[in-house]
């Protein structure tokens, strides 16, 4: 069924959500990249993300264009997402009888958004014969962490330091289950992390960090239930070479992969056209169906109904890469232009069975994919991609521009 | 409950609770503020004049004793006392015993107000006198003189603090580690905000720094040793071309980084044993001051200057220079006509050396008239930083200064006609008029406001809109921007 595929890849593109383990860089001199110990205080961070996603990797790890073959080249889905976020370092067990915690400083920051994305005018059209709308716009998720770093340690020109944190991704964000796209994810997520900042020779800083981000349920999957309702946990692991020039200009080049553990589950699909009954003269061979179906004389018009599953997929992954510059000015500010694009990547895909039937609400009682439904007459089996933040793999780059701001400046 | 939200509930409190700063809700709770506060129980910590609390740190306790010149840490911006504990416990490892390692927190300790050198200056003066005062007592003997190692932002406090209170005399070594003795980049022109002081102060090439080192940079009997980076890259404060701009002329001055192979950073530099191992040999390289020794006095015979002890040594410069270890010492000092002497006696045998003052020659000189001195632009409110020229009545008169809160004497800041007073905080500025035979004009003070409060309560959104709304600034000068 090539023309659910259509759709499903249009959804797949939803916005290439920036969680708060973003990739690290310099916040702003001096000698303070992101997870380093910073001197007490507030920091506040702006970052804007552009992205015009026209590609995305199937299960299988392939590029998939776009809508291909059924949109003309060029669609894209296009993608801005505006973060703010406020870092506050300081020790509130300083002085204290507590023990190790008046030592290391702790840190918390909270990360607000807000989203626009956008599907061209072909992905649009095949999402309103799904009900669904061409855009969303709206606040994002919330993210909240809190941490502390570890002791600063020196071995000859290098110097090294820890940190441990946990986010807790707080779903506020604009959500709609019926929407082909959305800023919001529907779904809690904590996430424990471990990082390092070293500096060697005083010109080379390296940040990494690792985490397992624990994905909650989403109890009202998106678009059709194309979005997975348990998602699978992640692991996610970065890397980041910052070199220094000068006091002011900086360049960095990172790594940074996730990958799912396990596959997510889909349980209430219903995605469909809006409008039956179909007819099959207008259908069948713009969108594949099969010609023993189209061919036949006893139907002018029929019924598609989806079994609702569950579903899985074969969990997701990606990996990318990014190159960037930093110029600092006046001290107190930090401009970043960084460039990244996925090198491979998995997106989740399933196997969706629908009933072909006569009459609407055909599917009889059985429901569990066994057979055929008592009121059906075919079965057609769909691949369908999914969608959201949980399931879609970009594999388009992505730009961002980050402005880091420091208030109170040394 | 899903695992996930479980946890939320766990980290919600504690996001809760750190995103408020410490020292803001506390107080308003009514509760005490934890800090560091390891002094006896009979030494009552002085007040910072910055902040107007007891200012937190460590020194002393009841059980050691004073076996030599007593040590004083000064921090650097946005951190505090604490930040020498890892030297202290240094020093202790070698020797030292806790009377003898004193560090006072003098600041905001956060990069939310930052420190500044003049403002910070009464505080270390404030803290030197206690330090003093309490050992004294507990000895039972004067303790004259102490040793001050300082860090970054704390080397210009400590210079100025020892330019403007006249101390020379009271430090026998001075270690400045890392400190903008000749600016940082990061002071640069277009900084702004709440370190506008600070920059205003340590911008490469500021008039105040300039003030600061004229005349020479190490004066007094003093013994100066500066510790720094050097090599460009550890210590980004000063990145090439300025990474000698903590040395200082006529200093032991020490590129530790660049001499040794080394990468500390800025924050390293102070507190790493390899670092201190110089520092505490340079400490040590002098003997212990005469415990009941007085020091030695100038006195002025007609034309002529001499102490009063035969075997100590003067050492005097004429024209605005200030004298130091470096000049040829003599028994005997002619006064010139026309010009200005700067002088201090110090004796090598007690260790102890006399205040620096200053005396014109008197050949030839008429009196001009009652004796008056006068400042211009006159003191008050300003938004950018003034240069202040100070006219005597009487030209042949030679003009001293402080802008510490002290007295000037003799032996304060010398005012020069060709470089007017650059006045860039707020600061009460002293100054008096001393004629060729020791007349001296009635004290000018003066007050001068230059803050970033004035500048914020002057462009406010509605006085924007409308020029005649009332300025709504009270001269609060609190966070010292």
Known sequence: ?410 | MSRSRFVALLLLPLLAACLPARETLLPRLGMTVPGLHDFPADFRPPLSAETGQPMPGFGSDQASGVYRTPVIFVHGNTVSARYWLPTRDYFLHQGYSRDELWAFGYGWDNVRYFDSNELSVPSLERSVNSVINYLSKKRGVPVRQVDIVAHSLGVTVVRQWLKQTNSYHRVRNFVGIAGANHGTWTASSDSRGQQRLTAWELAPGSPWLAQLNRGGETPGPTRYFMLYDGGGWADVFYPKPSQDSPALEGARNLAYNREHGAWFDHMDLPRRPETLQPVLAFLSEVHEPLPRASPPQLLREGEQLRSDQPDARLYCADDGLEPGAAVVPAQVWPLKPGRVSSCYAAHAGSGLASPLARYAGAEGYQPAGELSLSASPAGGVYEQPQQVRLTASDPAAFIVYTTSGTSPDSGSPLYRPEHPLYVAAPLRLQAVAITPDGRRSPPLVLDYDISLEKVEAAHTLERQLDPEVPEPYAGRRKKGR
């Open chain 1, 1 to 410: 069924m090539r023309w659910l595929q259509t759709l499903s890849l249009a959804l797949g593109l939803t916005l290439v959500a920036y969680p708060a383990l973003a990739q690290a860089g310099v916040l702003f001199t001096p000698h303070l990249d992101e997870y380093s110990v910073k001197p007490n205080g507030t920091y506040t961070e702006g970052t804007l993300i552009l992205s015009q996603i026209n590609e995305v990797f199937d299960r299988d790890g392939g590029r998939v264009e776009l809508g291909r073959p059924f949109v003309p080249a060029g669609a894209s889905t296009d993608t801005a997402l505006a973060l703010f976020k406020v870092l506050w370092v300081g020790n509130v067990f300083r002085d204290t009888g507590v023990p190790y915690l008046k030592d290391h400083d702790q840190f918390c920051r909270l990360i607000g958004g807000f989203g626009y994305q956008q599907n061209t005018s072909q992905v649009a059209e095949r999402g309103r014969q799904f009900g669904a709308q061409a855009g969303s716009n709206g606040l994002s998720d919330l993210f909240a962490l809190c941490g502390l770093y570890t002791s600063e340690h020196r071995y000859g020109p290098l110097k090294f330091n820890g940190l441990l944190s946990a986010t807790l991704k707080e779903p506020i964000g604009q959500y709609d289950p019926d929407a082909m796209l959305n800023v919001g994810t529907n779904y809690r997520t904590i996430t424990p992390q471990l990082a390092f900042n070293a500096n060697l020779y005083g010109r080379l800083s390296i940040d990494g960090t690792l985490a397992y981000q624990i994905n909650g349920d989403n109890d009202k999957p998106a678009f059709g239930g194309t979005s997975p309702t348990r998602i699978a946990d992640w692991i996610n692991a970065e890397v980041n070479f910052t070199w220094k020039f000068s006091e002011r200009w900086y360049a960095d080049l990172g790594y940074s992969w996730h990958k799912s553990v396990g596959p997510n589950y889909y349980d209430q699909v219903s995605i469909n056209f809006k409008d039956q009954p179909l007819a099959p003269e207008t259908l069948c061979a713009a969108l594949g169906i099969g010609s023993t179906l189209c061919n036949s004389p006893l139907l002018d018009s029929f019924y598609l109904q989806p079994r609702s599953g569950p579903y899985q997929d074969n969990g997701v992954q990606a990996s990318l890469v990014s190159a960037g510059i930093y110029y600092v000015y006046r001290t107190s500010t930090v401009l970043q232009a960084r460039v990244v694009q996925p090198i491979s990547g998995r997106g989740s895909q399933i196997d969706v069975v629908y009933d072909v039937c006569a009459v609407s609400n055909c599917p009889g009682p059985d429901r569990n994919n066994t057979g055929v439904g008592d009121n059906a007459f075919a079965q057609e089996v769909a691949t369908l991609f999914g969608v959201g933040e949980a399931a879609a793999t970009s594999a388009s780059p992505y730009l961002e521009l980050r402005f880091v701001y420091l208030f109170w400046a040394p």
